[in-house]
């Protein structure tokens, strides 16, 4: 992939994470259709499925909302419920039901006509602060049996 300005390189790293943060999320979703499109060649559906939560996630940050783009949003949800179901089978317990975020997307269009945009809901602060309270704690720690060093250096 041809270096840009804002376009982050993931190299290997795609198959190493275990747990992605939100500004992760973000560049990786600048990049993932493209890169995802050649391996779902045979795949149409799952290619729109895609492309329905990339609208989705997109459309849900702009910083204000018309009936228009609450629409272009309910759009987006339409073509993630069509296509859900792809994905069923990686599921262990073929369900979606017992997912929160997926759960919640239902939701957004609703809360964002009862209290407005939702463009700052995001967890990176959150995650950042966690992160470095994590580290410092760990820092703290005589890095053996750290866990419960750590939960006592937190709440002091």
Not at 115 to 134: C, F, P, Q, R, Y
Request: hydrophobic residues 35%; aromatic residues 10%; positive net charge.
């Amino acid at each position: 992939l041809p270096r840009f300005s804002d376009i982050r390189q993931f190299g290997d790293k795609w198959t190493r994470v275990k747990q992605w943060t939100g500004s992760e999320y973000k560049d990786m979703l600048k990049v993932w259709l493209a890169a995802l499109a050649p391996l779902l060649k045979g795949h149409p559906n799952h290619l729109k499925f895609l492309k329905s939560v990339t609208d989705f996630i997109l459309i849900a940050e702009y910083h204000s909302h018309t009936e228009i783009t609450l629409r272009y949003l309910q759009d987006a949800l339409h073509g993630i419920s069509r296509n859900i179901h792809l994905f069923l089978p990686y599921r262990h317990n073929q369900s979606i039901s017992k997912i929160p975020k997926i759960h919640s997307l239902f939701h957004y269009i609703e809360c964002i006509k009862e209290m407005g945009s939702a463009d700052n809901s995001d967890t990176e602060v959150s995650e950042a602060a966690h992160k470095n309270l994590i580290q410092d704690g760990y820092r703290a720690s005589n890095k053996v049996d750290y866990i419960p060093q750590m939960l006592r250096w937190e709440t002091r």
